[in-house]
């Protein structure tokens, strides 16, 4: 992609008091509309593409199906779990032409339960998983932070279905660990919690947090053993009251709910001796595109976003410093359509802007791995690569840069190796 063409509107000045919300628009990811309601601009709809991608692969790699359900549901569905009430005005409702009263599904274990209820039948179809990564609506009475709490929002949501307890802890159990897969694999620290089960119901439930001042959360650390825990006044492990208070954003959220949508949604099955039993289900919920600024709360510095290798929007960025120059601007696009060929996502700039321009947006953008050409080293022969995390540089030789890249950058995990 040429930066010249493409469309990443940087902005110079935001005055955002959260650190992700500030940089998703200065580094032109996401755009508002409305309180609660944004765009997503190129940048920012890559790096989602990327972590939807880890999702999806976790989820598969577990033996979950995928689905699409309908953002639009029938009031009456709610009306059976009385949920309807329970949310409240959290639930976008409306009337359509033909009287009917719709809602906005601000999640979805009415429709799948329903969906379940009318194709599963036997034990033998049991267990199963489906998941789907989907558009949520809720009318929050207070929107803030961008990303962190939007009215339309990206979730992926599971859902698992069991014959029975065993069945459900089982699955409960892969989801864990799962999960504890995704947050890693997209540069995250979770801490998990168990946690109250609020407006979903169920037996007992899991929350993964990260810490970051933007978060709802309290929870606190002990100053004395580290241990991590709520909603107590003592720490639990060591007894400690010594203990420091902190912010939590919880990102992902598993729940076993047991029988309650089941039986009230009519999902029965026959178990082997012909009895009919209702469904046994679990949900498991993870904030899409709130994860997108969770990585960035826990990836920046004073100049912008660092992103991880694993949910960049571009692999390598070419920061040309000479455009102007025939033969630096060829040797470029020579760099960039080789590493192209090789497979990255390669994004080259080669605007007629000055090189601090280029720099800060390189530094607020977030690319991984910069390699910059300009004059003075050019006429050395040689070209400096720098990783974006700390700043390291290595020059190294303009002729032979190919194999020693492609090799740095092939290591294991894909992490270049300047140490
Ligand atoms: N308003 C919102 N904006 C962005 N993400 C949200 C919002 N509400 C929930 N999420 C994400 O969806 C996940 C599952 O939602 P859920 O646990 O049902 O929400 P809540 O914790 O608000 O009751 C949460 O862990 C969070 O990551
Ligand atoms: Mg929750
Ligand atoms: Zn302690």
Redesign the pocket.
Known sequence: MLFSKYFIPTLREVKEESVSFRFSLKAGLISPLAS?IYSYLPLGLRVLRRIEAVVRKNMNSLGAYEVLLPALQPLELWQKTKRSDLLGEVMIKFKDRRGRILCLG??HEEVITDLVSKYVSSYRELPLILYQIQT?F?D?LR?KGG?????E???K?AYSFDKNEEGLEKSYQSMYSAYEKIFKECGLKPLVFSADV???GGSASC??LIESSSGEDNFFQCRNCGFYFRDKDTCPKCKSRDYLEKKG?????I?KLGTIYSEKLGAYFLDEEGKRLAIVMGCY???????LSGVIEQNYDSEGIIWPESIAPFDIEIVCLNPEEEEILSFCFQVYNTLSQQGFQVLLDERAEYSGVKFKDAYLIGIPYLIVVGKKNFSEDKLEFIRRRDKKKLLIDKKNYLEPLINSLREKNGKVKLD
Do not use: A, N, Q
């Not at 990303?147 to 009215?151: D, T």
């Not at 954003?249 to 959220?253: A, N, S, T, V, Y």
């Open positions: 609660g601000p999640t949520k809720r929050e929107p990303l962190v709490r939007s009215c929002f990206i979730m949501d609020g407006f979903i929350e993964f954003l919880e990102l992902g959220h729940f919920g993870i904030g899409v595109s709130r994860l």
